[in-house]
């Protein structure tokens, strides 16, 4: 499936392109939840978390590792920040590419509690 992810990939719509490599590509979100909100999309399709395969978990990994580099190279790693991956109806995935959100850049609230 075409998301919108895949047509930054493509260059086919803009970005704030943060970092890609021949894996994954970063870009901050366009509606950011915190001071710093990038979004790191692997490269290959996967629609959900759930079609990972299980002897694939690099695809997930360097999703994780390179938010930390990157949390790292903008000296806001000490301090800290969260990375959240959304699956699904409950989970409140919008955009059907995987992808992790890293926010960062102000004390973050308690999440994880029901939708009012
Ligand atoms: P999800 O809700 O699927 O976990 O996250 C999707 C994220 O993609 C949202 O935070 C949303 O703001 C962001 N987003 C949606 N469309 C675009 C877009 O065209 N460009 C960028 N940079 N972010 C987008």
């Known amino acids: 499936m075409t998301t919108i992810f895949h047509k930054i990939i493509q260059r086919e719509i803009p970005a704030d392109i943060v970092f890609e490599d021949d894996h994954i590509i970063a870009f901050r979100d ?11 999309v692997p490269k290959q399709d996967f629609a959900t978390l759930n079609d990972v395969p299980a002897d694939a978990p690099e695809i997930v990994g360097r999703l994780a590792i390179a938010a930390a580099r990157y949390a790292k190279e ?43």
């Open 30 to 40: 366009i509606a950011p939840q915190a001071p710093v909100h990038v979004l790191f």
């Open 74 to 116: 903008r000296g806001f790693a000490e301090d800290g920040y969260r990375i959240v991956m959304n699956c699904n109806a409950h989970g409140g995935q919008t955009v059907f590419q995987i992808h992790l959100h890293l926010l960062a850049g102000a004390q973050l609230g308690r999440f994880g509690t029901p939708a009012a």
